[in-house]
C-alpha cells in the first residue's frame, strides 16, 4: 500500500493495537481517569506514535483504546514501562472485559 500524503503514511505504518474494555457497573469514571492518567506518560515513550483512549457515548462503560506503535519492540517497551505496570492491576480489577487485538498493516511479516 502506498501513500502520498506523509503523515497518512505514518499513521499507516507500526504496529497496532485496539484495546475494548468494558468496566464494571459504577467503575466507568475510574476506568476513564487512570486512561487519562496513562496518555501524556505513555506518548512520550520513544516507541509510541499514538495513545488514543475514547469512550462510548451511549454506553460510559464501554471503552475503545487505539495504540500505535514503531514496532512490535515499542509495544512490548510499553507493557514494561512503570507508568503502566503501576496501573494495570487496578485497571482490571475496574473492568469485566478487556481484550488486546495486535494488528499489523496489510504486506508486513511478523517475526
Known amino acids: 500500500m ?13 504496529f497496532a493495537v485496539a484495546i475494548n474494555i468494558v468496566a ?3 467503575k466507568g469514571d475510574a476506568v476513564a481517569e487512570i486512561l487519562q492518567g496513562l496518555i ?3 506518548m512520550a515513550e520513544k516507541g509510541v506514535k499514538f495513545f488514543v483512549p475514547y469512550r462510548s457515548p451511549t454506553d460510559p462503560l464501554s471503552f475503545f483504546i487505539y495504540e500505535l506503535y514503531v514496532d512490535e519492540a ?7 514501562a ?3 505496570l503501576n496501573v494495570v492491576d487496578e485497571l482490571v480489577s ?10 499489523v498493516p496489510f504486506g508486513v511479516k511478523r517475526g
Open 40 to 42: 501524556a506518560p505513555t
Open 24 to 26: 464494571k457497573e459504577g
Open 82 to 84: 512503570p507508568h503502566f
Open 2 to 14: 502506498s501513500f502520498t500524503d506523509p503523515a497518512a503514511k505514518n499513521l499507516n505504518e507500526g
Open 74 to 80: 515499542g509495544w512490548e517497551a510499553h507493557n514494561k
Open 94 to 103: 475496574l473492568v469485566t472485559h478487556r481484550q488486546r487485538m495486535p494488528f
